[in-house]
């Protein structure tokens, strides 16, 4: 079983990737994050990223989708690295879930070494659930780098392109990869399982 994380800059079009992904054949599962927030928006809250519980529950959902998710290939829009990257970008704290969480991906190899890291189109539209600048976007896209290369991720770039460039790509590597298990990820200031 391979499982692939496709991340990057809020705005860069990944959900469309995944989405044409999906029609490809390949198990996808979509990002946690943006459902944590719409439906605390539907129940009226407008900004649950401003609450402590915020991070966790993102973390349950992602572990649960994971868990959950059927097919030899799996593509996933965003893991617990991107948790990581946001509570940073959001000034939170790790918590004791997401910190547990990193460190199971990380014992389980669960996600393959190379992430898939879908790049700016050069503007960020803001959405509900997507409230920030492209200036506040380049500076998110810098901490999910820093976040993916300090717990042991190799970054393969998926440059600015048309979408069926992005989607040709994106399969591609997933299709030529080496299967391989996943070897189980560092984490940065903790000893290599």
């Given at each position: 079983m391979q499982r692939y994380v496709l991340t990057g800059t809020p705005g860069s079009g990944k959900t469309s990737i995944l989405r044409c992904?999906?029609?490809?054949?390949?198990?996808?599962v979509e990002?946690?994050?943006t459902a944590v927030i719409a439906q605390a928006q539907a129940l009226g809250e407008d900004e649950p990223w401003s609450?402590?519980?915020?991070?966790?529950?993102?973390?349950?959902l992602q572990?649960?989708?994971?868990?959950e998710a059927t097919g030899s290939v799996r593509v996933f829009d965003r893991s617990p690295v991107c948790t990581h990257a946001l509570a940073t970008h959001l000034g939170?704290?790790?918590?004791?879930?997401?910190e547990a969480e990193l460190d199971r991906i990380a014992w389980e190899g669960v996600y393959e070494r190379q992430v898939l890291f879908v790049r700016n189109l050069g503007f960020?539209?803001?959405?509900?659930?997507?409230?920030?600048?492209?200036?506040?976007?380049?500076?998110?896209?810098?901490?999910?780098?820093?976040?993916?290369?300090a717990f042991g991720y190799e970054i393969v770039d998926i440059p600015a392109d048309d979408l069926a460039h992005r989607v040709a790509m994106v399969s591609s590597r997933i299709a030529h990869a080496p299967h391989q298990a996943?070897?189980?990820?560092?984490?940065?200031?903790?000893?290599?399982?």
């Open positions: 992904l999906g029609d490809l054949g390949y198990g996808v990002e946690a994050a609450r402590a519980s915020f991070i966790d529950e993102i973390v349950a572990r649960q989708r994971q868990l939170w704290p790790v918590s004791r879930a997401l960020c539209e803001p959405t509900t659930a997507r409230r920030i600048s492209f200036q506040e976007s380049l500076a998110f896209e810098r901490i999910h780098e820093e976040s993916y290369r996943p070897a189980a990820a560092m984490r940065p200031g903790k000893p290599h399982p």
